[in-house]
């Protein structure tokens, strides 16, 4: 997944799904919490890969991904192309009103637009985007 779009969530915590991300998240998908003050969307298909990873983990392993799973969410959009974000996932990424999803590769985020503009503006630096294509012998 790729681009960025800027979007409103409405009175009931609604939020529209760009096209382009509906495209590759598929009509149902998981949102949960993620190491930003974001919230990180999967695929079914990613979700369950994800699954199976830790469910191979021994059981103290697997405890170090109790956050990620206790706190996610099934999705499903409606007909108008929106999902309902529940309100503990709103909180932790303090969505109120304007929010950025933000294609990043397998997944999607949601930010807060502050914050999101705040990261953008720390991580789109030549020297950053340098490091990146190393990182991915591009």
């Known amino acids: 997944m790729n681009g960025i779009y800027e979007h409103n969530l409405d009175a009931k915590g609604r939020l529209f799904i760009p096209a382009k991300i509906r495209d590759e998240l598929g ?10 003050p974001c919230l990180s969307a999967y695929s079914l298909e990613t979700w369950e890969n994800m699954n199976q990873k830790v469910s191979a983990m021994n059981r103290i392993d697997q405890k170090k991904a109790r956050p990620i799973f206790a706190h996610a969410a099934r999705c499903e959009l409606d007909g108008q192309g929106r999902i309902l974000l ?10 109120v009103k304007d929010v950025t ?16 503009a705040q990261v953008d503006a720390n991580e789109t630096t030549p020297g950053n985007i340098e490091k990146v294509y190393l990182e991915i012998d591009f």
Not at 29 to 36: L, N, P
Not at 101 to 116: C, K
């Open 101 to 116: 999803v933000v294609g990043i590769g397998n997944s999607a985020e949601f930010w807060d637009s502050d914050t999101w």
């Open 86 to 95: 529940p309100q503990n996932l709103r909180d932790f990424a303090k969505l």
């Open 27 to 36: 009509d149902v998908f998981y949102v949960t919490i993620s190491s930003e």
